[in-house]
RNA sequence: GCGCAAGUGGCGGAACUGGCAGACGCGCCAGGUUUAGGUCCUGGUGCCUUCGGGUGUGCGGGUUCGAGUCCCGCCUUGCGCACCA
């Protein structure tokens, strides 16, 4: 233990910190005024000169295992924002909630035999402890809880917002598009008068329908939907997943379990409705381009045209439609291949034995066509996809032993059976052109298939390779239409019009994303806000009768199966309640009190984070889910544009930033776009889009050691030996062992935690330590024992302030020297850009060298540079900043203190140092005005005898650049 | 396979529009304080060197008076997508 009494050690910075944290909390200095709702204060919000600021953070899941070091970076990140966002004037809302409910949460309670709501509870205070003694500057008030009643109330109540919507693709919006959701109410009413004809035109009225039929033609247009569809059925979770949810090794995200294709009737939230304007919408939002990326790839737009080739053996037969990104090569469509499941193959098989002329590799060595495809099929069936990958991209398939008709050319092409056509995608067949498909060519020459080029590759393309590049149309022509010597994008317009000319296809669009699957079988969710009648027919519960709460039932466990039967059956356990099941209510349609029956299944987890970030907000609000007022304030667009956003882009409003891993890209991140579209839509939200500016925060990855036979070893017991060479050699026990970096946690044996750092150092060195080792978009790894260089530097700052051996402030009313105003205003210059860019390794650098400056003047330290330099450091060290803010003097918190400014007169040099070269190596340096002229400069680099010396050959040519550099050229 | 990032000392990383490579920190070395040091302070620390200097930002070319930075071709690592018609 320190002799020295005043010295900053870990527990000195433990007392300091929980002291202020303490007083924070009293003095409400992080509570945000809200311009109206509940909280109303718009006398607080006018003080704000410097306008308003909404810092978001991911939404944490509290789990079982408690925090480690890896969790808080962006947390602290946000926080060093806030603050220093704060200390300009600004009105700075940023809090933090809990995403409850959800399958981890429910494992949780399952394996330790509790109740979910016990275990969760229990779960946020110990995060809630382990963030707290952060020194987050956190609105206490906001921490919302999505598991609270008062929460999911307003969950279920959106809901039933898109519950009660449709989608109408003609509708004008604001912001100049088309295609927007409306009540359902709007759609009613049209159908009433008449305005919209009603799907079956059988000249009854909208008022003439029973009230089965009315539901059935409404239920067909809401953005929630129950559908009988394929959906991703995962046993060993004893529930239905959505696709996004689903591994590319087709497991489950949570839990890695298989994932069974299944048909079974699902809710759906009909997200494809949006999917234009989800993709078209990242154009207004700054975020990372990779992750605009995942989006569109996700969303998966493809544009071309939707073609129908006749059977030509049956004049009955409704004919195969394909879609294509090329109708341009349409004349080089030599066969067609449809997916083994596809419903018209058994229609293209004929009876009987091959057509005549059928090539031997295409029967698959079968006798008759039936048998081939049959035996084709079954063999498709029996393979996952993770097998048909596995096999690489060899093509196989089977004739069918059907022709149709090219639709262009009128020639007959051969229909084959193929597994690399998907049915999941498109049409699930397809036109094969090879001269400009990869994947057509190699099928076509595995199968002796004809190949007509329609597009001229360049010269020196390999001829034999399919060409998908742009060119000249060639062998495209008929009696009616010609595409030759059209380029691509030509082609396809041309031929598009006239297949719809001649009604044999039409322009289209598709897309991957698929509805969104939005029920599980599960108990920890929001329960759905939904009752069927006797009908079947399901009704919203009425907002006055919100929340429908989660029933408190005895046995919550999920029915789980063995995780490869896939034959099991789902089976929520809110079924087994059925006194809650079924439930006498009044609806408020003038039918009164009737019977209805509960719907069983829970929302998915991520219907409680699609929406926090409005709740933050307004978080009080009885009447709504946030006032309007709250929501234009901090959430509208913006006068201008984001930076980047293609001309004519306006700002879509939203969050100021959002910073978080790349992992929600596809999941969080796109469902929250979507629910924030309705709610627009339907007049709730002023801003257009959730999250104006994202930012992806790398992670932290920490050593693992393997032992001789792989096993990982506790990463905290081994110790570390350096070589002479001063390479790092590691063992465990005595044994050497190998190191490793990857994520933190309990399977690499390597769990850093928060609490670890507190006790060894406190946490501003902690804070501190994380923001100082890299640019925040970067991965990098963790060395508990490299954070002594953020504790020495605050110990050199808090030297700076306080005598250690006595506690006397050391700080001066004394002038600052000229050389020091100079570092000091650099510094603040530098700082300021630094933060505001959330370059925060390169503001601790410029701050430890403001702080080493100090040091080094050896006596008292000037009040003017110790105070600057403390307001500069507040915001990453806030606890120790407050401290000596007030060992010097100050009675109020640093945290709405103004931050620094530099004065542009010291940050111009009177003299620079000139560097010269000689053919571009650096020979000389001069030190000269920085005024100085060309000329001047020239004849100053010119006379330095270091470079005569080096000119014996004469001089080519001089390149000056004043007042910085001189390039002497030799001859 | 396709696409996107990124490769700088023993390590994490600095370097504005091409203009002093290695800021700041860890580690390491030396010295000081100390009975002691997993303390603190001071100085040093890319590599090679015959101490003049030479050389150096993944590799090979190129543009330029001048390249970590721009262009072309490779290699490696990470991430995303992966028969998407």
């Keep these: 233990m320190s002799e020295t009494p005043h010295r900053y050690t870990a527990e000195l910075a433990g007392r300091i910190e929980v002291a202020w944290q303490d007083r924070w909390e009293e003095q409400g200095v992080f509570r945000a005024p809200n311009p109206a709702g509940p909280w109303a204060d718009p006398e607080g919000v006018a003080e704000h000169e410097g306008g308003h600021l909404l810092v978001l953070d991911m939404f944490p899941y509290p789990s079982g295992a408690g925090l480690h070091?890896?969790?808080?970076?962006?947390?602290?990140?946000?926080?060093?924002?806030?603050?220093?966002?704060?200390?300009?004037?600004?009105?700075?809302?940023?809090?933090?909630?809990?995403?409850?409910?959800?399958?981890?949460?429910?494992?949780?309670?399952?394996?330790?035999?509790?109740?979910?709501?016990?275990?969760?509870?229990?779960?946020?205070?110990?995060?809630?402890?382990?963030?707290?003694?952060?020194?987050?500057?956190?609105?206490?008030?906001r921490a919302v809880r999505t598991i609270d009643p008062d929460y999911y109330r307003w969950t279920q109540w959106i809901f039933l917002q898109i519950f009660n919507a449709w989608y109408d693709a003609d509708a004008p919006r604001e912001d100049g598009g088309t295609g927007r959701a409306r009540p359902i109410a709007e759609l009613v009413e049209e159908y009433r008068s008449g305005t919209r004809p009603l799907p079956a035109e059988d000249g009854r009225g909208w008022d003439d329908l029973s009230h089965v039929e009315r539901a059935e033609i409404l239920d067909s247009r809401r953005l929630v939907q129950s559908v009988e569809a394929t959906v991703n059925w995962c046993p060993g979770l004893g529930t239905v997943l959505a696709n996004e949810e689903v591994t590319n090794e087709g497991r489950s995200d949570r839990g890695n379990f298989p994932v069974?294709?299944?048909?079974?009737?699902?809710?759906?939230?009909?997200?494809?409705?949006?999917?234009?304007?989800?993709?078209?919408?990242?154009?207004?939002?700054?975020?990372?381009?990779?992750?605009?990326?995942?989006?569109?790839?996700?969303?998966?737009?493809?544009?071309?045209?939707?073609?129908?080739?006749?059977?030509?053996?049956?004049?009955?037969?409704?004919?195969?439609e394909v879609f294509t990104t090329r109708p341009d090569t349409l004349f080089g469509a030599t066969f067609m291949a449809l997916a083994p499941e596809h419903p018209l193959v058994d229609s293209l098989v004929p009876e009987g034995g091959w057509p005549e002329g059928t090539d031997d590799a295409w029967t698959g060595g079968a006798a008759t066509p039936a048998e081939a495809v049959a035996a084709y099929r079954a063999q498709a069936a029996a393979r996952t996809d993770l097998e048909r990958q596995a096999e690489g991209k060899a093509k196989t398939g089977v004739f069918t032993g059907g022709f149709a008709l090219n639709p262009v050319s009128g020639a007959p092409v051969p229909v084959f059976v193929a597994d690399y056509v998907l049915m999941g995608y498109g049409t699930g067949a397809i036109m094969a052109v090879p001269a400009q498909d990869e994947r057509d060519w190699d099928f076509a020459t595995a199968y002796r298939l004809p190949i007509i080029r329609t597009v001229q590759p360049p010269e020196d393309h390999d001829e034999d390779t399919a060409y998908t590049g742009d060119g000249p149309a060639v062998n495209s022509a008929n009696d009616e239409v010609s595409l030759d010597g059209l380029d691509v994008a030509d082609a396809k317009e041309r031929i598009v019009a006239w297949l719809e000319d001649k009604g044999l296809g039409r322009g289209a669009v598709t897309y991957k994303l698929r509805d969104w699957l939005f029920a599980r079988q599960r108990y920890w969710g929001e329960p759905f806000p939904v009752l069927f009648d006797e009908d079947g027919i399901a009704h919203g519960v009425p907002e006055d009768q919100l929340p429908v709460e989660l029933p408190d039932v005895p046995d919550y466990t999920p029915k789980v199966y063995d995780p490869d039967d896939a034959d099991s059956e789902p089976e929520p356990p809110l079924a087994r309640d059925t006194d809650w099941v079924t439930v006498e209510a009044d609806l408020g349609d003038g039918r009164g009190t009737r019977t209805f029956r509960r719907d069983t299944n829970v929302m998915p987890q991520w219907a409680g984070?699609?929406?926090?970030?409005?709740?933050?907000?307004?978080?009080?609000?009885?009447?709504?889910?946030?006032?309007?007022?709250?929501?234009?304030?901090?959430?509208?667009?913006?006068?201008?544009?984001?930076?980047?956003?293609?001309?004519?882009?306006?700002?879509?409003?939203?969050?100021?930033?959002?910073?978080?891993?790349?992992?929600?890209?596809?999941?969080?991140?796109?469902?929250?776009?979507?629910?924030?579209?309705?709610?627009?839509?339907?007049?709730?939200?002023?801003?257009?889009?959730?999250?104006?500016?994202?930012?992806?925060?790398?992670?932290?990855?920490?050593?693992?050691?393997?032992?001789?036979?792989?096993?990982?070893?506790?990463?905290?017991?081994?110790?570390?030996?350096?070589?002479?060479?001063?390479?790092?050699?590691?063992?465990?026990?005595?044994?050497?062992?190998?190191?490793?970096?990857?994520?933190?946690?309990?399977?690499?044996?390597?769990?850093?935690?928060?609490?670890?750092?507190?006790?060894?150092?406190?946490?501003?060195?902690?804070?501190?330590?994380?923001?100082?080792?890299?640019?925040?978009?970067?991965?990098?790894?963790?060395?508990?024992?490299?954070?002594?260089?953020?504790?020495?530097?605050?110990?050199?700052?808090?030297?700076?302030?306080?005598?250690?051996?006595?506690?006397?402030?050391?700080?001066?009313?004394?002038?600052?020297?000229?050389?020091?105003?100079?570092?000091?205003?650099?510094?603040?210059?530098?700082?300021?850009?630094?933060?505001?860019?959330?370059?925060?390794?390169?503001?601790?650098?410029?701050?430890?060298?403001?702080?080493?400056?100090?040091?080094?003047?050896g006596g008292d330290v000037p009040r003017p540079a110790a105070e600057a330099l403390v307001l500069m450091v507040a915001p990453l060290a806030p606890h120790v900043a407050e401290e000596l803010w007030r060992r010097m003097g100050h009675e109020t918190s640093l945290v709405h203190a103004a931050f620094p400014e530099a004065d542009p007169a010291l940050l111009v040099d009177d003299t620079v140092t000139c560097v010269v070269q000689v053919g571009g190596k650096v020979?000389?340096?001069?030190?000269?005005?920085?005024d100085i002229t060309e000329d001047a400069l020239r004849e100053l680099a010119l006379a330095s005898p270091r470079i005569q010396a080096l000119l014996e050959n004469g001089v080519r040519t001089v390149v000056v650049r004043a007042p910085r550099l001189v390039n002497v050229v030799p001859a």
């Design 260 to 320: 069974f294709k299944r048909r079974l009737r699902q809710w759906v939230m009909r997200i494809t409705e949006y999917a234009d304007r989800l993709a078209d919408d990242l154009d207004g939002v700054q975020w990372p381009e990779k992750v605009k990326t995942m989006q569109r790839n996700w969303i998966g737009r493809s544009q071309g045209a939707h073609v129908t080739f006749p059977v030509g053996t049956d004049a009955a037969h409704p004919g195969i």
């Design 69 to 141: 070091v890896g969790h808080p970076l962006g947390y602290i990140a946000t926080d060093v924002y806030a603050r220093f966002n704060r200390m300009l004037g600004k009105n700075v809302l940023h809090c933090l909630g809990y995403d409850a409910f959800g399958l981890p949460a429910e494992q949780y309670a399952v394996q330790t035999g509790q109740h979910p709501r016990k275990t969760t509870e229990e779960n946020i205070a110990i995060m809630a402890r382990q963030l707290r003694r952060l020194g987050l500057g956190h609105d206490d008030r």
């Design 609 to 857: 984070s699609c929406w926090y970030y409005l709740r933050y907000l307004d978080p009080a609000n009885g009447q709504a889910l946030v006032d309007p007022e709250n929501e234009a304030y901090w959430m509208g667009p913006r006068p201008a544009p984001v930076a980047g956003a293609p001309a004519g882009t306006g700002d879509p409003g939203g969050v100021d930033l959002y910073v978080g891993g790349v992992e929600h890209a596809v999941l969080h991140l796109l469902y929250a776009r979507f629910w924030h579209k309705v709610l627009f839509d339907l007049g709730h939200l002023s801003s257009s889009e959730p999250f104006r500016t994202y930012f992806a925060q790398g992670y932290i990855q920490a050593p693992a050691f393997t032992d001789a036979r792989g096993q990982y070893v506790e990463a905290s017991e081994v110790e570390e030996h350096v070589g002479d060479d001063g390479t790092p050699s590691f063992t465990h026990a005595g044994a050497p062992v190998n190191r490793e970096f990857g994520k933190i946690g309990k399977s690499l044996k390597n769990m850093v935690s928060p609490d670890d750092m507190y006790a060894m150092y406190g946490a501003d060195t902690f804070r501190l330590y994380e923001m100082g080792l890299g640019p925040l978009e970067q991965s990098k790894p963790w060395d508990t024992r490299a954070a002594v260089g953020s504790q020495r530097f605050l110990q050199r700052l808090w030297r700076n302030v306080v005598d250690e051996e006595t506690g006397d402030l050391r700080v001066a009313d004394v002038d600052v020297d000229a050389e020091t105003a100079k570092v000091l205003h650099r510094t603040i210059a530098a700082v300021r850009e630094d933060y505001a860019g959330l370059g925060f390794n390169t503001a601790i650098a410029r701050l430890t060298e403001l702080n080493n400056a100090l040091t080094k003047l």
């Design 923 to 930: 020979r000389d340096r001069l030190e000269v005005p920085a």
